[in-house]
């Protein structure tokens, strides 16, 4: 007799094969699109803006090549990214999320949120990478700043800095954060440490907070600064 897995093997319209928990269930369809393993990390690195595969590839320790190229390719199928040639003089291709790809913010958001309480101390075998702190440090900014405050906030950490695009809407040229400081200017700067980033992910520090104790340090506009020592 045949063994029946949690999952099977659906051919779609495009003629491509996935696996599928055959649920009509809006929960299951959706990680019908997004529950394979990593996944959901390229969303992370690609909300970030259009990367090229050595770059996906830099940034997601741990997947093979064949791994990324497979979860790539199933993406573009799912309409959640798409390739394409890069204007010259750059040559060479980029993935940029479509979109329904980067309607996923708001769930690496909670997801963030949710797994904060359980980051803990880091293990000797954690990777770390700057700009994995864009998502939960965008909201504690934000809750400082008031959500609808448009800001470019650059954000130096010892590993390296990226920046967050706050209180405008996100385009494939201008992401709601990316690697390395704001290329228009930053109207405010904030340093600090892992340990830091933590815990105002976690929910144990306030960014006020934070800047009154010193773990915070903050430069830029007086009025941006100002609400961001001010707030709370």
């Known amino acids: 007799m045949p063994i029946h897995a949690s999952t099977s093997e659906r051919t779609t319209n495009a003629g491509r094969s996935r696996r599928s928990y055959d649920q009509f269930c809006a929960m299951a369809r959706a990680l019908d699109s997004v529950g394979d393993r990593w996944t959901l990390l390229i969303v992370r690195e690609l909300l970030a803006g259009p990367r090229r595969y050595t770059d996906l590839h830099a940034d997601l320790p741990g997947v093979s090549t064949d791994v990324l190229a497979a979860r790539l390719k199933h993406m573009e199928g799912e309409g959640l990214a798409e390739r394409r040639r890069q204007p010259r003089p750059a040559s060479g291709y ?6 329904r790809g980067r309607a996923l913010l708001p769930v690496l958001t909670a997801l963030a949120d949710w797994g904060a309480p359980a980051l803990g ?9 700057a700009h994995w702190w864009a998502l939960p440090l965008r909201e504690a900014v934000r809750r400082a700043l008031g ?3 448009a800001a470019l906030v650059d954000v130096v950490l010892p590993e390296g800095a ?3 695009r706050l209180g405008t809407g996100e385009t494939q040229d201008a992401p709601l954060y990316g690697e390395g400081p704001a290329p228009e200017g930053a109207q405010l700067r904030l340093e600090l440490d892992a340990e830091t980033c933590a815990a105002l992910a976690d929910g144990s520090l306030t960014l006020p907070d934070g800047v009154r ?3 915070v ?3 830029g506009v007086e009025r941006l600064a100002r609400a961001v020592t001010a707030a709370g």
């Open 147 to 149: 959500h609808e405050t």
């Open 121 to 129: 101390k880091p293990r000797a075998t954690d990777a770390v990478r």
């Open 217 to 219: 340090r903050v430069a």
């Open 213 to 215: 104790t010193g773990t």
């Open 162 to 164: 990226f920046h967050l």
């Open 94 to 99: 980029v993935y940029e999320l479509t979109d």
